[in-house]
């Protein structure tokens, strides 16, 4: 079968390079002639000394693993102190006297740390249920708020804490922490140079492969009614009683979580709103099952997702709790003239321009008619030597070795909360991640395609 065009005459030519000559913005920051070599990125700025008056008095509540995280991160940033947490369980309010101190306040009762008038912002670490109304309390007492991801556990929650926000002018910010991340921000960069092209597709996963990253957190052995604040735990939850289960794996009930689609792919869809600065998809159809963890648990285990955006690409996610292999996540974005992965701390673009002519398919017609054929082929696409070596290779990009991106999500919620202007992750950008999370949950619930609406983020 005899193929013709342009890219295959150059190859015989000799001409066809291997080179690396992406964009400009893909050369700044790597070696242009040395595919894969690593730069480093400027680091985030150099701290600058905090004026005394200029501290941030901080409390925790829900104290768990996440919160105890974020509050342990928090305090790196200069000039943050936290005085209070707030916690159900009482081994949680114990160890944070442990990592903080024994004179910060720790009660069951976030009110007693929201009637504090000597803190100025709060970081919510609880379960989801509780996202909404700790936040929406803390920003009425007069607090900034740090939320964790996923912003909302059901669809009302959205546009009470946005109202809150604007209507109290407080500082919102949701924690997906890879809105700040130094590797997505040079993809949103290398994305917006034309790096792949035009943007057909963006594939991402979740994958893991152990109990523990399916949910299964160990459950203390003193979990108890006395030791577990159970009623508070619960909220608007069902009232049923006590479980050390629900309380310590809560995010296996929906009734507390939301599923693996609020777990997971909300940070897939932030990541996917920051790089891509699309608000959200319009329809969506969801698919998956409880396959393997079968302990009692009311939510699919494995959740692929389908979606359409209005800027003109496709997302496809998947997040499987049993894959058989090793744990990781990724994203893979599809374009015109390359692809763009995203996989632990690098960004990478593999550059195979289009075609500038169409090619022929004339190894099965005759000897003449072939010659025919491309005579004409070759008055209509004359081969015309580039002037420069096409634009074809593969680059990387990666962050430091020690970088943390949660620190830098923080750090920009504190410099908010100094300066009071926007934050990177506010309640509309965090209720459109969220919002189009969920909607795989409903339409897995519904066995139906489900719309939304990501500009007024409104079901359809
Ligand atoms: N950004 C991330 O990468 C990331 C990672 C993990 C978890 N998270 C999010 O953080 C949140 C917490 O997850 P986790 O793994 O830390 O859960 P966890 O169970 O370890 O901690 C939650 C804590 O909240 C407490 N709590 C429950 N209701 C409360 C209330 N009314 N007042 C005060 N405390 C209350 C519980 O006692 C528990 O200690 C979730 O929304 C989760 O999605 C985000």
Same mark, same amino acid.
């Given at each position: 079968?005899?193929?013709?065009?342009?890219?295959?005459?150059?190859? *015989?030519?000799?001409?066809?390079?291997?080179?690396?000559?992406?964009?400009?913005?893909?050369?700044?920051?790597?070696?242009?002639?040395?595919?894969?070599?690593?730069?480093?990125?400027?680091?985030?700025?150099?701290?600058?000394?905090?004026?005394?008056?200029?501290?941030?008095?901080?409390?925790?509540?829900?104290?768990?693993?996440?919160?105890?995280?974020?509050?342990?991160?928090? !305090?790196?940033?200069? @000039?943050?102190?936290?005085?209070?947490?707030?916690?159900?369980?009482? @081994?949680?309010?114990?160890?944070?006297?442990?990592?903080?101190?024994?004179?910060?306040?720790?009660?069951?009762?976030?009110?007693?740390?929201?009637? &504090?008038?000597?803190?100025?912002?709060?970081?919510?670490?609880?379960?989801?249920?509780?996202?909404?109304?700790?936040?929406?309390?803390?920003?009425?007492?007069?607090?900034?708020?740090?939320?964790?991801?996923?912003?909302?556990? *059901?669809? %009302?929650?959205?546009?009470?804490?946005?109202?809150?926000?604007?209507?109290?002018? &407080?500082?919102?910010?949701?924690?997906?922490?890879?809105?700040?991340?130094?590797?997505?921000?040079?993809?949103?960069? =290398?994305?917006?140079?034309?790096?792949?092209?035009?943007?057909?597709?963006?594939?991402?996963?979740?994958?893991?492969?152990?109990?523990?990253?399916?949910?299964?957190?160990?459950?203390?052995?003193?979990?108890?009614?006395?030791?577990?604040?159970?009623?508070?735990?619960?909220?608007?939850?069902?009232?049923?009683?006590?479980?050390?289960?629900?309380?310590?794996?809560?995010?296996?009930?929906?009734?507390?979580?939301?599923?693996?689609?609020?777990?997971?792919?909300?940070? =897939?869809? %932030?990541?996917?709103?920051?790089?891509?600065?699309?608000?959200?998809?319009?329809?969506?159809?969801?698919?998956?099952?409880?396959?393997?963890?079968?302990?009692?648990?009311?939510?699919?285990?494995?959740?692929?997702?389908?979606?359409?955006?209005?800027?003109?690409?496709?997302?496809? =996610?998947?997040?499987?709790?049993?894959?058989?292999?090793?744990?990781?996540?990724?994203?893979?974005?599809?374009?015109?003239?390359?692809?763009?992965?995203?996989?632990?701390?690098?960004?990478?673009?593999? &550059?195979?321009?289009?075609?500038?002519?169409? @090619?022929?398919?004339? @190894?099965?017609?005759?000897?003449?008619?072939?010659?025919?054929?491309?005579?004409?082929?070759?008055?209509?696409?004359?081969?015309?030597?580039?002037?420069?070596?096409?634009?074809?290779?593969?680059?990387?990009? !990666?962050?430091?070795?020690?970088?943390?991106?949660?620190?830098?999500?923080?750090?920009?919620?504190?410099?908010?909360? &100094?300066?009071?202007?926007?934050?990177?992750?506010?309640?509309?950008?965090?209720?459109?991640?969220?919002?189009?999370?969920?909607?795989?949950?409903?339409?897995?619930?519904?066995?139906?395609?489900?719309?939304?609406?990501?500009?007024?983020?409104?079901?359809?």
């Amino acid at each position: 079968m005899v193929q013709v065009n342009r890219r295959s005459f150059l190859k *015989v030519a000799g001409t066809a390079t291997t080179q690396t000559l992406l964009a400009s913005s893909l050369r700044a920051v790597v070696e242009p002639d040395q595919p894969g070599t690593l730069l480093r990125p400027q680091q985030t700025e150099p701290e600058k000394p905090v004026a005394a008056n200029d501290h941030i008095q901080i409390a925790l509540i829900g104290a768990g693993g996440q919160g105890q995280y974020d509050t342990k991160v928090a !305090v790196t940033v200069p @000039g943050v102190k936290l005085v209070a947490a707030a916690d159900c369980y009482d @081994g949680r309010l114990e160890h944070s006297r442990e990592l903080w101190g024994p004179d910060i306040l720790t009660t069951r009762d976030y009110r007693e740390i929201l009637d &504090r008038k000597d803190i100025d912002a709060v970081i919510i670490g609880t379960p989801d249920h509780w996202h909404k109304q700790a936040s929406i309390d803390a920003m009425k007492a007069g607090k900034d708020v740090y939320c964790e991801k996923p912003m909302i556990h *059901v669809y %009302s929650d959205g546009p009470a804490m946005i109202e809150t926000a604007r209507e109290t002018k &407080r500082i919102l910010q949701i924690g997906s922490q890879r809105v700040s991340n130094i590797v997505y921000a040079k993809a949103k960069e =290398l994305l917006a140079a034309g790096a792949i092209g035009q943007l057909n597709m963006v594939t991402a996963f979740w994958d893991r492969n152990s109990s523990i990253g399916a949910w299964n957190y160990t459950v203390p052995p003193d979990a108890s009614p006395e030791t577990c604040d159970w009623p508070r735990f619960l909220g608007t939850a069902p009232k049923i009683p006590f479980n050390g289960e629900h309380f310590f794996q809560w995010r296996k009930w929906k009734a507390y979580g939301s599923g693996v689609a609020g777990d997971l792919f909300v940070h =897939l869809f %932030s990541g996917t709103h920051f790089i891509t600065g699309a608000h959200g998809p319009t329809r969506a159809m969801a698919t998956g099952g409880l396959r393997f963890w079968k302990d009692g648990r009311d939510v699919p285990d494995v959740l692929l997702g389908l979606f359409d955006y209005p800027e003109g690409f496709n997302l496809s =996610l998947r997040v499987n709790f049993v894959d058989g292999g090793s744990e990781g996540e990724g994203f893979l974005f599809a374009g015109s003239e390359g692809t763009m992965e995203i996989a632990g701390n690098s960004v990478s673009v593999n &550059r195979v321009p289009r075609e500038t002519e169409p @090619g022929l398919m004339i @190894g099965s017609f005759t000897d003449a008619m072939q010659k025919q054929i491309t005579t004409a082929y070759r008055q209509k696409y004359p081969l015309v030597e580039p002037t420069e070596p096409a634009r074809v290779g593969f680059d990387k990009y !990666v962050a430091p070795r020690d970088y943390s991106d949660s620190y830098d999500h923080l750090k920009n919620f504190f410099a908010s909360v &100094r300066s009071r202007q926007p934050v990177v992750e506010d309640a509309v950008f965090g209720y459109r991640a969220a919002g189009a999370a969920l909607l795989s949950n409903l339409s897995y619930e519904r066995d139906a395609i489900v719309k939304w609406d990501p500009e007024q983020m409104k079901l359809g």
